[in-house]
């Protein structure tokens, strides 16, 4: 099958219009159409089908947009490789993902680590929510990622190997000068009754769940689109808000950060392909742990042991996203 076909549906169905998928491909509305009809007679099922904003896959039709898209991917892959080649050399950019609290610092710092020690290697950072970055593993578009297990956890995929790197207990973000700022590790019924500021369902689980366990409710009032936009509202002393232990050490001058008696944490996971594996990706896993070891407070060593340590146990989504 033409490939050029297989994009023109994939781009169809992303943008849920055939014009404007022919106004982005700089095609006519006609030759869009042509082109879906034609591999819908390929295939011999209907692949699309009209609602009143435009169009949509049908279910054999998203079964092969998700194929389609892997298959576009690792067809980019190859023509960016052979593109790359010089003298026969084989250099392939190293491409991570991660979660914003981790690109923030741990991820940067193990990537300086390994480029110390292994010399210039081309490579790209993109942050993402862990369900985001675990997709894009499967695709082919990120040779490693470093998620977290926060609610509603990892899912567990044979496509994937998983190394646990440590656990991560959660702090609370306050502005400069306020009253609990620098009282050491305080308990949350201490902040019941503050505003709380939220920018994932993921973190709001972890909240929710501690102060339930404390007996109280924490009350989120304001919603930020980004991590960057829930540490704004901190600063500026709108609200305090749950934040990832990690991310102390990039934090804002105007934000400062108090710890929980008994805090939630989460796992900090690296993922990459069963199949495939970047040549350098054992290597940064390596300086993954270090890095990760360097920052983890005392009583947040490990979770999992012996012979699994590596491994995480089962979970499900539910449409929680992590950051």
Same mark, same amino acid.
């Given at each position: 099958?033409?490939?050029?076909?297989?994009? $023109?549906?994939?781009?169809?169905?992303?943008?849920?219009?055939?014009?404007?998928?022919?106004?982005?491909?700089?095609?006519?509305? @006609? +030759?869009?159409?042509?082109?879906?009809?034609?591999?819908?007679?390929?295939?011999?099922?209907?692949?699309?089908?009209?609602?009143?904003?435009?169009?949509?896959?049908? &279910?054999?039709?998203?079964?092969?947009?998700?194929?389609?898209?892997? $298959?576009?991917?690792?067809?980019?892959?190859?023509?960016?490789?052979?593109?790359?080649?010089?003298?026969?050399?084989?250099?392939?950019?190293?491409?991570?993902?991660?979660?914003?609290?981790?690109? +923030?610092? =741990?991820?940067?710092?193990?990537?300086?680590?390994?480029? /110390?020690?292994?010399?210039? %290697?081309?490579?790209?950072?993109?942050?993402?929510? @862990?369900?985001?970055?675990?997709?894009?593993?499967?695709?082919?578009?990120?040779?490693?990622?470093? %998620?977290?297990?926060?609610?509603?956890?990892?899912?567990?995929?044979?496509?994937?190997? /998983?190394?646990?790197?440590?656990?991560?207990?959660?702090?609370?973000?306050?502005?400069?000068?306020?009253?609990?700022?620098?009282?050491?590790?305080?308990? =949350?019924?201490?902040?019941?009754?503050?505003?709380?500021?939220?920018?994932?369902?993921?973190?709001?689980?972890?909240?929710?769940?501690?102060?339930?366990?404390?007996?109280?409710?924490?009350?989120?009032?304001?919603?930020?689109?980004?991590?960057? #936009?829930?540490?704004?509202?901190?600063?500026?002393?709108? +609200? =305090?808000?749950?934040?990832?232990?990690?991310?102390?050490?990039?934090?804002?001058?105007?934000?400062?950060?108090?710890?929980?008696?008994?805090?939630? $944490?989460? #796992?900090?996971?690296?993922?990459?392909? /069963?199949?495939?594996?970047?040549?350098?990706?054992?290597?940064?896993? !390596?300086?993954?742990?270090?890095?990760?070891?360097?920052?983890?407070?005392?009583?947040?060593?490990?979770?999992?042991?012996?012979? !699994?340590?590596?491994?995480? #146990?089962?979970?499900?989504?539910?449409?929680?996203? &992590?950051?």
């Amino acid at each position: 099958m033409e490939l050029t076909v297989w994009r $023109t549906f994939v781009t169809v169905c992303r943008l849920g219009s055939l014009s404007a998928a022919a106004a982005e491909l700089h095609h006519t509305q @006609s +030759a869009v159409s042509r082109q879906i009809a034609g591999l819908e007679r390929q295939l011999g099922v209907p692949l699309m089908e009209r609602h009143a904003r435009g169009v949509r896959p049908t &279910p054999a039709g998203e079964v092969f947009r998700h194929h389609a898209l892997a $298959t576009l991917n690792e067809a980019d892959r190859a023509v960016r490789a052979a593109r790359e080649a010089v003298d026969g050399a084989f250099s392939r950019p190293l491409t991570v993902g991660a979660t914003p609290s981790l690109a +923030a610092g =741990i991820v940067p710092e193990a990537v300086r680590a390994l480029l /110390r020690q292994a010399g210039p %290697v081309r490579w790209s950072l993109l942050p993402g929510l @862990s369900a985001q970055l675990h997709h894009r593993v499967i695709t082919g578009d990120l040779d490693i990622a470093v %998620v977290t297990d926060a609610p509603p956890g990892l899912p567990v995929d044979p496509r994937v190997e /998983r190394r646990f790197l440590g656990l991560d207990a959660m702090a609370v973000a306050l502005p400069v000068g306020h009253p609990s700022a620098g009282r050491g590790p305080v308990h =949350i019924r201490t902040l019941a009754d503050e505003i709380w500021a939220e920018d994932n369902d993921g973190s709001a689980a972890l909240l929710h769940q501690h102060a339930a366990r404390a007996g109280v409710s924490a009350r989120i009032d304001l919603t930020a689109a980004d991590l960057p #936009g829930k540490l704004a509202l901190v600063a500026t002393g709108h +609200a =305090i808000a749950l934040i990832p232990g990690v991310l102390a050490r990039a934090l804002r001058t105007d934000v400062t950060t108090v710890g929980l008696v008994d805090p939630p $944490t989460r #796992g900090i996971y690296a993922i990459t392909p /069963r199949r495939d594996p970047h040549p350098r990706a054992a290597s940064l896993l !390596d300086q993954l742990t270090a890095a990760f070891a360097s920052v983890r407070p005392p009583h947040a060593a490990h979770r999992p042991s012996g012979a !699994d340590a590596h491994l995480a #146990g089962p979970a499900l989504h539910d449409g929680i996203t &992590p950051s």
